[in-house]
C-alpha cells in the first residue's frame, strides 16, 4: 500500500510571477508578503512583485525578517503581524527559509489560542493544526528546497538547539508559481548548495523505505535534470535553460520528499545547521556520499538507476560495481561544486560527534532510511567525514 498527496496548484514556466495579481485577487486581500532581509530587494525581485500588485491595485504588507537559518521567534512575531493587519492572504518569496516562514505563518494565521510555533514541532510539543490557515501562495527565487510543495516548515527552537520540522497536510501551499527566471542571479555558490540539497532528496527520496512508483518516476527524472544542468548552470548562471531544468528537479525532489520521505543525509543535516551553522545544502553536499556508500549493497538496482541517470557508463559492469558508480558520479558533482569536503572546515570537533548522532537518531528522515541505522552507524559516518 501507497499514498500519494499533492493538493497545490503548480505554475510553472519563464515569467509566471507575473500571474500573481491575478491569483491573490481570487483569494483575497491584504496579501501579508513574507521575504527575506535583503537579495529580494537587491536583486530587483520585490520591485517586480510591487509593480505586479501595484497593477492590480492589491493592499500588501512586508514582513521582511527572515534570515537564513528562521527561528520560532521570526514566525511568532510573523503570526503577530499577519493578525494586526487582518492579512487574508499570505505569499512567501525567496529560499527555503523565507517560504517555509511564510508556510508556518499562513498554517498558524487563524489558529485559536495561539502562544508559539514551538508547540507544534515535531518531536518538541503537542500541538497539531486541525484546519487550513490562510491561503498560501509559495514562489521560490531558489533551485533546491522544494519548500513550494512540500507540507513542512523546518524551523529552529533555541532553547532545545534542535532544528525541527512543523509539519501538517494543512501546510501545503494553495499554489506554487515557479518561474526560472526568478534564479537567474543566483550568486555561485547558492546555485552549487541548493542544487545538491535538491540531488540529496531526489536520491534519498529515491532509495527510502516509502519510495512508490510515483515517486520513483518523478525522482529518476529529477536526477537526471540535475546531472544535465547542475554543473552548468555553477559554471554560467545566465544559462535560463539549465535553470529551468534545476527548477523543475527541485520541484520534483520537494514532491518526492513529500511523499516518500528522506534519508540519514537529511536525518544528520538539520543539525548540523542548529547546532553548527553548516548551510543545510553544504552539509547534504558532505553527507550524500557517505549515506549512499552506507545504503549501497540495500538498494542496488536503484544505484544502478541513479548512476545510468548521472550519465555513468555502466553497461557490462557487474551489478555491484555498477551501483558504486552511483557514489562516484556523486562524488565528482560535489567536489566540481566545490562544496567542502568534512566538518572540520565548520569548527566542528570529535567531541561534538555524540551530540550530533543521538539527535539525528530521532528525525523522521534518518527512519525512512534504506537500510536500518543505529547510534554507532551514525557516529562512523560522522568520524569519517570530519
Ligand atoms: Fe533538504
Redesign the pocket.
Known amino acids: 500500500m501507497w499514498e500519494f498527496y499533492l493538493p497545490t496548484r503548480i505554475i510553472f514556466g519563464r515569467e509566471s510571477l507575473n500571474r500573481l495579481g491575478i491569483e491573490i485577487k481570487s483569494l483575497g486581500e491584504p496579501v501579508l508578503l513574507v521575504t527575506g532581509k535583503k537579495a529580494i530587494r537587491d536583486s530587483g525581485i520585490l520591485d517586480r512583485v510591487n509593480r505586479i500588485l501595484n497593477k492590480e491595485k492589491i493592499a500588501c504588507v512586508v514582513y521582511d525578517r527572515v534570515s537564513p537559518e528562521p527561528d520560532t521567534e521570526v514566525v511568532d512575531r510573523g503570526v503577530t503581524f499577519a493578525r494586526q493587519n487582518r492579512c487574508k492572504v499570505v505569499v512567501g518569496i525567496g529560499g527555503g527559509s523565507a517560504i517555509d516562514v511564510a508556510k508556518a505563518i499562513a498554517g498558524l494565521g487563524l489558529e485559536e489560542n495561539f502562544a508559539s510555533v514551538a508547540e507544534y514541532l515535531e518531536g518538541e510539543g503537542t500541538k497539531r493544526l486541525s484546519s487550513y490557515g490562510l491561503p498560501f501562495i509559495a514562489i521560490p527565487t531558489t533551485a533546491g ?1 522544494g519548500a513550494e510543495v512540500a507540507r513542512n516548515a523546518v524551523i529552529i527552537n533555541k532553547p532545545t538547539r534542535s532544528k525541527r520540522s512543523f509539519r501538517s497536510n494543512y501546510l501545503f501551499a494553495r499554489i506554487a508559481i515557479i518561474d526560472p527566471t526568478l534564479t537567474i542571479n543566483l550568486p555561485q555558490k547558492i546555485t552549487a548548495s541548493s542544487g545538491v ?1 535538491t540531488l ?2 531526489l536520491v534519498e527520496g529515491y532509495v527510502s523505505r516509502k519510495a512508490n512508483i510515483m515517486t520513483d518516476v518523478l525522482a529518476i527524472r529529477g536526477i537526471s535534470l540535475v546531472g544535465e544542468a547542475l554543473i552548468s548552470v555553477y559554471n554560467k548562471g545566465s544559462d535560463l535553460e539549465a535553470r529551468e531544468k534545476m527548477c523543475l528537479a527541485s520541484l520534483m525532489g520537494g514532491v518526492v520528499l513529500t511523499n516518500s520521505g528522506l534519508g540519514i543525509a ?1 536525518g544528520v543535516s538539520p543539525f548540523l545547521g542548529a547546532l553548527h551553522g553548516i548551510p ?1 545544502g553544504v552539509a ?1 553536499g558532505i553527507l550524500l556520499p557517505r549515506a549512499i556508500e552506507f545504503n549501497l549493497s540495500s538498494r542496488i538496482q536503484k544505484f544502478k538507476s541513479v548512476a545510468l541517470a548521472l550519465g555513468e557508463k555502466i553497461e557490462g559492469l557487474p551489478e555491484e560495481e555498477a551501483a558504486y558508480k552511483a557514489l562516484s558520479a556523486v562524488e565528482r558533482i560535489v567536489k566540481e561544486l566545490a562544496i567542502p569536503r568534512n566538518l572540520g572546515e565548520f569548527g566542528v570537533k570529535s567531541e561534538d560527534l555524540p551530540e550530533l548522532a543521538k539527535k539525528s537518531l530521532t528525525s523522521n528522515s534518518t527512519r525512512g532510511n534504506p537500510r536500518q541505522v543505529t547510534y554507532e552507524d551514525l557516529l562512523e559516518a560522522l568520524r569519517k567525514i570530519l
Request: glycine share 0%.
Open positions: 528546497t540539497d540529496t532528496h537529511h543545510h547534504n
